[in-house]
């Protein structure tokens, strides 16, 4: 087990991760009071399910859509491929947290109107819309594999042999030959997720929090940062600059923050390695 | 070229069509609310000297409709619109003293000149120095890569488990290094917010230089892009020109300001040059792949502006006005913001197609 973990820095900084949140809880649970621990780990579960789910969704949205294009450009079609890169393109351009924003507001006006009323469905809705802005990722992850792999004497050979399309796309190029490269972006979406969507908690919990009250959302660690006895314990760092023994008072009087802030570094710093080694190891 | 100016063109005609539309249904939807709540009670307002907040006149207009009217829903609708209005004039800008019309006006367009040119300008430096620093640290870390340089966890381990030859001033250099590099990776990854208020007692937070500052270094952005950067020139490395160019004596050594080596004022240059070093094709090769990435290096700048200006509430800044304006439900100001960042996107996505596009011909021998 050693061994696989020092040789494999992917898996190396996955039991990083998990180890360093582990360390962080116990920590807490000797320094931080319940309430304030609870909520910690109730904000830390949210944040995870949502770039979980939406990670999920992504995918789902990715292939979908990348099945739709490789299947129809292979008709001969040029239209729904046209249609689609200008879409697709369309998304891009607009910056993700801006898209975020809008669904936010139209969360808003449902949570009001009483439409989503549960925990769940509001974590749903939260997780499509950081989906929303991440599919083509995936989307164009699939089709430069189906590309790749068309150019290849290997499609070629397995139509030939009678094996349909889809299968040959589904099962022989992305479940057996891309599947290193789709749990890479799985990953890094799952990354780019948690940092959207703690980022547009913190924006919605310190701007727009009059209409919802905070306490209608899920918690969140973007919404557990945006309270104000969060602020004050990382407003309490820069103490360090003039007395660098404040340190011990960060690490236990102001703990809430600080461990929500850690834990969020930390997650997207072990994120980024799992998906840099994965890059090296695999040579995608 | 002209396929890229067509395509870039359209994508912004269409969202100019689709927020004009969205405007318009906008701007109704404010007039239908305001005939709305005013159909009932316009008259009723108006009469000299009756004040809505005073309790006593408020008791009088009940009593007075009563009598005119009878308990009936009539009433009931009247009373209610009232105590809306009342509320309104708290919260609505429109309603407020001195309250400006809502949705779009000219006074809001010019005041939101400033704010735009200055998200422009801020858009372009962070721009400019976040391409200077992906190259530079990714260069810096292959450099290292190619010297060979382990872990330095693994060095530290490694000299301290020594036992005959324990140099202490290398254990304290290598662990100073290692804490350097914790403290740097923490604000390398952390969400701007986080590190904007890490400093914010000891540091103008506002100013334009820390804006800068914080759009480049936090966020992820520099660290994302370098590593992305990093795993371009590891690939193009790997390539079978790089062992060819070795071969036929070009130079292939990494160690810094040797004749042969890389000179480390090329590496801080803004445009590099590693001349008779394989690195060089190394770097331009890599940067040719790099180029497309450029847009989506853009986009994340621009979402990384968005969350410094909008978390640290910085007033007169672009984004600021925007969450202020999502406050105040005038969703039609929204829009033509949103309407005028797209525009930002796609004309700097059009400039870095064409850029490609041009540097593609060479690359290909066109």
């Known amino acids: 087990m050693i061994k696989i973990i020092s040789r494999n820095k992917d898996i190396f900084w996955l039991f990083n991760w998990i180890t360093g949140l582990l360390l962080v809880y116990l920590w807490c649970t000797a320094y931080l009071n319940t309430p304030a621990l609870k909520n910690v780990v109730e904000a830390s579960v949210n944040s995870f399910q949502i770039a979980l789910i939406s990670t999920g969704i992504s995918a789902l949205l990715g292939w979908g859509f990348a099945i739709l294009y490789t299947s129809s450009q292979s008709a001969g079609k040029k239209t729904l491929p046209g249609i689609l890169d200008f879409f697709v393109d369309l998304i891009k351009s607009i910056p993700q947290i801006i898209g975020l924003l809008i669904f936010y507001i139209i969360l808003t006006v449902l949570i009001l109107n009483g439409i989503l009323k549960s925990s769940f469905s509001q974590l749903l809705f939260m997780s499509l819309g950081a989906a929303f802005f991440t599919f083509y990722e995936f989307m164009s992850l699939f089709i430069e594999r189906v590309n790749y792999y068309r150019k290849t004497e290997f499609f070629d050979a397995m139509r030939s042999n009678g094996i349909p399309e889809i299968r040959i796309v589904n099962v022989d190029i992305f479940l057996k030959n891309s599947l290193a490269h789709i749990v890479h972006k799985a990953i890094s979406v799952f990354g780019t997720v948690l940092f959207l969507q703690c980022s547009i908690d913190f924006i919605i919990s310190v701007g727009l929090s009059t209409d919802v009250s905070l306490s209608n959302l899920p918690l969140s660690l973007g919404s557990m940062l945006a309270k104000l006895d969060s602020k004050q314990d990382i407003l309490a760092i820069s103490n360090i600059f003039t007395n660098p023994a404040y340190i011990s008072d960060l690490l236990t009087v102001h703990l809430q923050g600080i461990s929500v802030a850690f834990v969020l570094i930390f997650s997207l710093i072990s994120i980024n390695k799992m998906t840099s080694a994965m890059l090296i190891k695999k040579e995608l | ?366």
């Open chain 2, 1 to 366: 070229m002209k396929s890229i100016m067509i395509k870039n063109f359209s994508a912004f005609l269409l969202v100019v069509v689709l927020s004009a539309i969205f405007i318009v249904i906008i701007q109704n939807q404010y007039r239908a609310e305001r005939s709305e709540l005013l159909s009932l009670i316009e008259d009723i307002i108006k009469i000299e000297g009756f004040n809505l907040d005073n309790p006593s006149h408020r008791v009088m207009l009940e009593e007075s409709l009563n009598y005119q009217y009878g308990s009936s829903s009539y009433v009931d609708s009247v009373l209610t619109k009232l105590e809306e209005y009342r509320i309104k004039r708290f919260t609505d800008p429109e309603l407020m003293a001195g309250g400006v019309k809502k949705g779009i006006t000219y006074g809001k367009l010019t005041n939101l000149i400033f704010p735009f040119l200055k998200f422009v300008v801020i858009f372009i430096l962070s721009f400019i120095l976040l391409y200077y620093g992906v190259r530079t640290a990714a260069l810096f870390r292959f450099i290292r890569y190619k010297q060979g340089r382990s872990s330095e966890l693994e060095y530290l381990i490694k000299t301290v488990l020594n036992k005959n030859q324990r140099d202490i001033t290398e254990i304290f250099k290598s662990a100073g290094y290692i804490l350097l590099k914790t403290i740097a990776y923490l604000l390398l990854f952390s969400p701007a917010y986080v590190a904007a208020y890490a400093v914010k007692t000891k540091v103008d937070t506002g100013s334009f230089l820390f804006i800068l500052l914080l759009s480049v270094l936090t966020n992820g952005a520099l660290i994302s892009y370098t590593a992305k950067f990093f795993t371009m020139l590891l690939h193009e490395s790997r390539k079978g020109y790089v062992e060819n160019a070795i071969v036929k004596n070009i130079n292939n050594n990494y160690v810094f300001n040797r004749e042969d080596g890389i000179k480390l004022k090329s590496l801080f240059k803004f445009s590099k040059n590693f001349e008779n070093h394989v690195l060089n094709q190394i770097y331009k090769n890599a940067l040719f792949q790099y180029l497309p990435l450029l847009k989506v290096q853009a986009g994340f700048l621009i979402t990384g502006l968005v969350i410094i200006e909008m978390a640290l509430n910085l007033h007169g800044l672009l984004f600021y006005e925007m969450l202020k304006y999502v406050l105040y439900k005038e969703y039609d100001v929204v829009i033509f913001i949103i309407a005028g960042v797209f525009a930002v996107v796609k004309i700097t996505e059009t400039l870095i197609d064409l850029y490609f596009e041009q540097i593609k011909l060479k690359f290909e021998n066109k």
